[in-house]
């Protein structure tokens, strides 16, 4: 994984350069939102391994997503509310907890990151 957002914009260049022809609609979609992709590096470095997680919120929910599937959906409010809370607290124990929670005042703040470095 590239260091800086000028090497992973370099790398995202060749990758286009490379691709464009044998993919075109995947590389236009990518290219379209090539900005979005690398906003993490906007963030503290400590916290970019949770940022490039696929998806943090189906992780939380896949356990009650599996079981409600096993019941086939035939909960009333009530029951689904119980379930999804008694699934989640024994889940809670796996989750994983954030790296450098002291940055997270300074993202609060809008402090600016570079690379995943403070800039004064």
Same mark, same amino acid.
């Given at each position: 994984m590239a260091k800086t957002k000028k090497e992973a914009? %370099?790398?995202? =260049? #060749?990758?286009?350069?490379?691709?464009? @022809?044998?993919?075109?609609? %995947?590389?236009?979609?990518?290219?379209? =939102? $090539? =900005? @979005?992709l690398l906003t993490f590096y906007d963030f503290p470095a400590e916290h970019w391994k949770h940022i490039r997680t696929v998806s943090p919120i189906e992780r939380v929910f896949a356990t009650v997503r599996n079981r409600t599937r096993k019941t086939k959906g035939c909960l009333t409010r009530k029951t689904a509310l119980?379930?999804?809370? $008694? #699934? $989640?607290m024994p889940a809670k124990k796996k989750w994983r907890k954030i790296s450098?929670?002291?940055? #997270?005042p300074d993202v609060i703040q809008g402090v600016e990151f570079k690379d995943g470095i403070k800039q004064l």
């Open positions: 914009i %370099a790398a995202f =260049d #060749l990758f286009v350069e490379t691709y464009s @022809v044998k993919y075109e609609r %995947a590389v236009k979609k990518l290219t379209k =939102d $090539r =900005d @979005v119980a379930m999804v809370f $008694r #699934l $989640r450098g929670p002291n940055r #997270l």
